[in-house]
């Protein structure tokens, strides 16, 4: 049977395709643009998106398994909610879903709140789950990397209580060994959430002292103005999902993004490895 992935282009998707052909799974992929994908040989690339009913039908014919990653878009929870009814009606039961920590937490901050709404809809739907809820990712380090090189500040408003960063390669992993296994039980097996974190938890003062080793130079954490960020944001993103952003710093600053006990052991038991680590991810992409 096949595995269908969602929103396999990305930084997360791309690792769970890899992961996926890597223990030879049988991989199928639902994107925009096929003739772009540029995913691994083998894997069935499929044209549509997750408001394409007609689409969605025909990704779903001889799927057992669906990965339901959803980008964080306007109609977000729409798309998610259109995709488990179509995997219902064709009688798919296992899914792993990649939510996000502490959705059920940062209830104001609305792709969290759409996306423990999900959660919600996925019990209420009976299905087989994995909830992988991810704290932030390393990976959006790259998008600062610039102002920080440039203007010696860690700019990303992630307080003083810590964030647990996670790699994408990691999530991607993960996932991918929940998805065979879910798919080559032979039972039906229990729902259940997993928190996917780093191995560390970072504070903002921590995040600019690992900069400042990695460079050779000071960098600073200025603070928690999440009003500049906001304004920051806006200059190449629209002013709903700058403003969301916003909430999920603050969010960041009141609550941190701290792992449960356990955690950290129970990853790296699945992993059969340690977790990447910021240090490795920054000296990684500072050269």
């Not at 307080?159 to 991918?176: F, L, Q, T, Y």
């Not at 600019?208 to 103005?225: H, Q």
């Amino acid at each position: 049977m096949t595995i269908l992935v969602t929103g396999a282009t990305g930084n997360v998707g791309r690792n769970v395709v890899d992961q996926l052909v890597q223990r030879g799974a049988d991989v199928r992929a639902i994107v925009r643009n096929p003739a772009s994908a540029n995913l691994p040989a083998g894997v069935e690339v499929v044209p549509g998106d997750l408001l394409d009913v007609d689409a969605l039908r025909g990704a779903f014919q001889g799927v057992s398994t669906l990965f339901l990653l959803n980008a964080v878009v306007a109609d977000e929870f729409t798309q998610a909610l259109l995709t488990l009814g179509i995997a219902r009606e064709a009688g798919v039961r296992r899914v792993v879903y990649l939510s996000v920590i502490h959705s059920d937490v940062y209830v104001n901050v609305p792709h969290f709140a759409g996306k423990f709404g999900v959660e919600r809809m996925i019990e209420a739907m009976g299905f087989e789950a994995t909830i992988l809820r991810p704290a932030y990712f390393m990976d959006n380090e790259h998008t600062i990397k610039d102002a920080i090189a440039g203007y010696g500040i860690y700019p990303m408003p992630i307080g003083s209580k810590g964030v647990a960063m996670i790699d994408a390669r990691d999530i991607g992993e993960i996932a991918a060994i929940e998805l065979v296994r879910r798919e080559q039980s032979a039972a039906p097996l229990p729902s259940e959430r997993i928190n996917l974190v780093g191995p560390d938890t970072l504070t903002g003062s921590d995040a600019a002292a690992i900069w400042s080793d990695v460079l050779g130079r000071t960098i600073i954490y200025p603070g928690d103005d999440v009003a500049a960020f906001e304004q920051n944001l806006r200059q190449f993103m629209p002013s709903w999902m700058a403003f969301d952003m916003r909430l999920m710093g603050e969010r960041f600053i009141s609550d941190g993004m701290v792992p449960e006990h356990g955690d950290v052991d129970r990853l790296t038991t699945l992993l059969g490895r340690p977790l990447r680590t910021y240090r490795a991810f920054v000296t990684a992409i500072a050269g």
